[in-house]
């Protein structure tokens, strides 16, 4: 069974300060790897997907497939960038991590 | 643009109500999907539909059912809600194969 896991629930970095959500993933086969964001009072978006290999808003992530990880990462975190962040992945239909919430403090 | 579309925002039910939760797409996708979001649990996938009239459960299925007569909509259907049924409710659809999926708004329910 796919499995996509996010160990932090909450993750706070002071703004101008990097950081890094983690993202491990564990299935048979290529996975497709994304990362969703959903800000305040807003809908679920995609923020990048792997395989696109683009930098969105500053954020990038690498697929390490030997280490099964997927991590988002920005150098500089902005107050802006505070939200609600999803790893997912899958074949047929996506398998949701349960997400990381990202504080940037002033 | 791609636009999903959920009938209402916020919607209170009785317990042992019937509850319909209608979702609607308008970029032709073949799949759409109903999650549930709950706070330390993420998304989890309660049923998804590839083409019309097909469905496929997902990781929650019980306590819902789902109908797709039409390609463009994807109805969620509580038969008897129950108290543990509130929560938010997300629509989503995407074009096959794991592409890139598509939200609506989401629907919270309120079971009392």
């Known amino acids: 069974a796919q499995r996509v896991t996010q160990p932090e629930k909450l993750l706070s970095v002071f703004k101008g300060a990097p950081v890094e959500l983690k993202c491990n993933y564990s299935?048979?086969?290529?996975?497709?790897l994304f990362w969703y964001v959903q800000y305040s009072r807003q809908r679920l978006q995609l923020l990048l997907r792997h395989i696109s290999r683009e930098s969105i808003k500053g954020f990038t992530a690498d697929l390490n497939k030997g280490e099964t990880s997927f991590h988002l990462k920005k150098p500089f975190a902005q107050e802006e960038d505070s939200a609600m962040y999803y790893c997912a992945g899958g074949a047929d239909g996506l398998t949701f991590g349960k997400g990381t919430h990202l504080i940037i403090q002033p | 643009d791609v636009k999903v579309t959920q009938s209402s925002r916020y919607l209170v039910k009785r317990t042992g109500e019937k509850v319909f939760l209608e979702c609607v797409q308008d970029?032709?996708?073949?799949?759409m999907f109903w999650y549930r979001q709950d706070p330390g649990l993420g998304l989890r996938l309660i049923y998804f539909?590839?083409?019309?009239?097909?469905?496929e459960k997902g990781d929650i299925p019980e306590g819902y059912s789902v109908s797709r007569e039409k390609k463009e909509r994807f109805s969620l259907i509580l038969e008897s809600a129950s108290t543990n049924q509130t929560s938010m409710y997300l629509c989503a659809s995407s074009f096959p194969q794991a592409s890139t999926q598509y939200f609506g708004p989401g629907t919270r329910l309120t079971v009392l």
């Open positions: 970029m032709d996708h073949e799949n």
């Open positions: 539909s590839y083409d019309v009239k097909m469905k």
């Open positions: 299935y048979s086969g290529s996975p497709e």
